[in-house]
T-cell receptor, first 111, second 115 residues
């Protein structure tokens, strides 16, 4: 399967702490994306990083990409209770418009 | 206005029935998708249409038939529903971009329960 894998599967932290989630994939990629899914809702796009980029920031989010290791990480700084959600990485491997999602990390931020 | 909308939001039906899920996007995107999310939250692509043409057709039983009457709509018809079809089905759309596979905009999902 080309599905990416994420770890940890679940993460529980206190509000104000940083949360780091990792994603690994198996093929070469054009880009890698991170999404958030709140319980019972659809996925919301957070950030896209292209294969020629190594790091990207958006507000409290920091994404890194290491194409030599076929891995990416998502760092959420100063977490808030509202960050409680599942987070998915997704990669595009060149198949026309096809994006393959990882297994997801369930984050719980305790107030 | 909702960018990607799906109807119905919930669908409870008996095994063997035929049902349809509708999806509409008002983002002006050329590409639309259907994804299935199972009970373990694994999200897998089923189909993708670009400008009304089928471009991705993953290993999906032929009981599932997508239809795109225009580039703003992508419907999913399911024949002879089985218990294993119970899942959340998400519609999504994206704009073309460098290398393809750009940001996906998801609908709220349709929760299908087959009894």
């Amino acid at each position: 399967s080309q599905q990416g894998e994420e770890d940890p599967q679940a993460l529980s932290i206190q509000e104000g702490e940083n949360a780091t989630m990792n994603c690994s994939y198996k093929t070469s990629i054009n880009n890698l994306q991170w999404y958030r899914q709140n319980s019972g809702r659809g996925l919301v796009h957070l950030i896209l990083i292209r294969s020629n980029e190594r790091e990207k920031h958006s507000g409290r989010l920091r994404v890194t990409l290491d194409t030599s290791k076929k891995s990416s990480s998502l760092l959420i700084t100063a977490s808030r209770a509202a960050d409680t959600a599942s987070y998915f990485c997704a990669h595009n491997s060149g198949g026309y418009q096809k994006v393959t999602f990882g297994t997801g990390t369930k984050l719980q931020v305790i107030p | 206005d909702t960018a990607v909308s799906q109807t119905p939001k919930y669908l409870v039906t008996q095994m063997g029935n035929d049902k349809s899920i509708k999806c509409e996007q008002n983002l002006g995107h050329d590409t639309m998708y259907w994804y299935k999310q199972d009970s373990k939250k694994f999200l897998k692509i089923m189909f993708s249409y670009n400008n009304k043409e089928l471009i991705i057709n993953e290993t999906v039983p032929n009981r599932f038939s997508p239809k795109s009457p225009d580039k703003a709509h992508l419907n999913l018809h399911i024949n002879s529903l089985e218990l294993g079809d119970s899942a959340v089905y998400f519609c999504a759309s994206s704009a073309p971009g460098f290398g393809g596979g750009e940001t996906q905009y998801f609908g709220p999902g349709t929760r299908l329960l087959v009894l």
